[in-house]
């Protein structure tokens, strides 16, 4: 089972990278596994910790994969590093080991300290359309534009019937991202 988080880490300048990623449990370790390259790869390597960040705003998601990295943080309890002020829960671990790998290498981690600071209020189709879309703009190098058409399609109908203004910003900012990266797929083609 893949949970959807929001990683924060740190650099070697203590600047703080924020990342949404899917993390895996291995007994009670948390498996976080950045593709190469990527910054959250070379921060874990760097410092060794992290902080895992469960939230509902799925905007900070959308606004991570569309360049729109300036979310409002707080310094962490236990690691050297921060924690998103909406986290409704957070985690902060250190690395036990790895497994390298050629393309994603898994950072095995203990738990150091973890708080929650808010209530989940319950699940809302937009948000899980929304992180649907997220995932799909990480992918569009891999995906034919059929395929994505045909999950936008499904997709936008949760948007229209449950979406609040979070879920409709951060649409907007993914559907934005999409049709500029099809508009380049297309200007390739052309010439």
């Known amino acids: 089972m893949i949970h959807e988080t929001v990683i924060t880490t740190i650099n070697e300048s203590n600047e703080c990278h924020i990342a949404p990623m899917g993390i895996r449990h291995d007994n009670d370790l948390f498996v976080i596994a950045p593709f190469k390259p990527s910054r959250t790869l070379d ?6 910790q992290a902080v895992i960040n469960m939230t ?5 998601i959308a606004g991570c994969l569309t360049g729109r990295r ?16 909406a986290a409704l829960a957070h985690v902060e671990v250190e690395v036990v080991s790895v497994e390298e790998d050629a393309l994603r290498p898994r950072f095995f981690c203990r738990e150091v300290h973890s708080t929650a600071h808010a209530p989940f209020q319950g699940f809302n189709r937009a948000q899980a359309a929304v992180l649907e879309a997220a ?4 992918r569009l190098h891999m995906l034919s534009a ?17 979406a609040g203004e979070r879920e409709r910003l951060a649409w907007g900012w993914l559907m934005e991202s999409m049709d500029e990266y099809m508009r380049a797929q297309q200007q390739r083609a052309q010439s």
């Open 146 to 162: 059929e395929k994505i058409n045909s999950e936008i399609a499904y997709l936008q109908a949760a948007i229209d019937k449950t």
């Open 70 to 85: 300036d979310w409002p943080l707080a310094p962490a309890c236990k690691v050297d590093g921060y924690v998103l002020h």
């Open 43 to 48: 921060n874990l390597r760097v410092s060794g």
């Open 56 to 60: 509902d705003d799925v905007s900070i």
């Open 135 to 138: 995932i799909l703009v990480s």
